[in-house]
C-alpha cells in the first residue's frame, strides 16, 4: 500500500498563493515510479482533474483553468509532490486530492481519478473575493 498526506490549504484572498505538497509513503511501490495527479472537488460538484505528472517529471499537464496560474513538481529525493498556485480565485475553492498510479506500461486517461490506485485525504482550499 501506498500512503498519502497532502498539506498546505487554508483560507487566502483571491489573486494570493498557496503550495500543496503531497508526502508519498509506504513499502509496496516507491513513490518515483508513480505518476501523481491532483485533483479537486467543490461542493455539489464531482471530483474533477487539476493536473499530472509522471514518474520521471518529463510529462505534465494542466486543466485549462489553471494553465499558467498552477505548477505541479515532484521531489523523488523527498516523496513528495507539489502544486504551486498563484493567483488563486474562488472558483478554485475545493478540497484538492493528491492520487498516485502504479506504472502498468501504455497509455490511460490521465484527467480519471478511477485510472490512479491511491489518493489522500485531501486539503482544504478556500479562496475568498
Known amino acids: 500500500q501506498v500512503q498519502l498526506v497532502e498539506s498546505g490549504g487554508g483560507l487566502v484572498q483571491a489573486g494570493t498563493s498557496l503550495r500543496l505538497s503531497c508526502a508519498a509513503s509506504?513499502?509496496?511501490?516507491?513513490?518515483?515510479?508513480?505518476?501523481m495527479g491532483w485533483f479537486r472537488q467543490a461542493p455539489g460538484k464531482e471530483r474533477e482533474f487539476v493536473a499530472t505528472?509522471?514518474?520521471?517529471?518529463?510529462?505534465?499537464y494542466y486543466v485549462d483553468s489553471v494553465k499558467g496560474r498552477f505548477t505541479i513538481s515532484r521531489d523523488n529525493g523527498k516523496n513528495t509532490v507539489y502544486l504551486q498556485m498563484n493567483s488563486l480565485k474562488p472558483e478554485d475553492t475545493a478540497v484538492y486530492y493528491c492520487?498516485?498510479?502504479?506504472?502498468?506500461?501504455?497509455?490511460?486517461?490521465?484527467?480519471?481519478?478511477?485510472?490512479?490506485?491511491?489518493w489522500g485525504q485531501g486539503t482544504q482550499v478556500t479562496v475568498s473575493s
Open positions: 492520487e498516485a498510479r502504479r506504472y502498468y506500461g501504455g497509455t490511460y486517461s490521465y484527467t480519471e481519478t478511477d485510472q490512479y490506485d491511491f
Open positions: 509506504g513499502r509496496t511501490f516507491p513513490s518515483y515510479s508513480m505518476d
Open positions: 505528472i509522471n514518474w520521471n517529471g518529463g510529462l505534465i
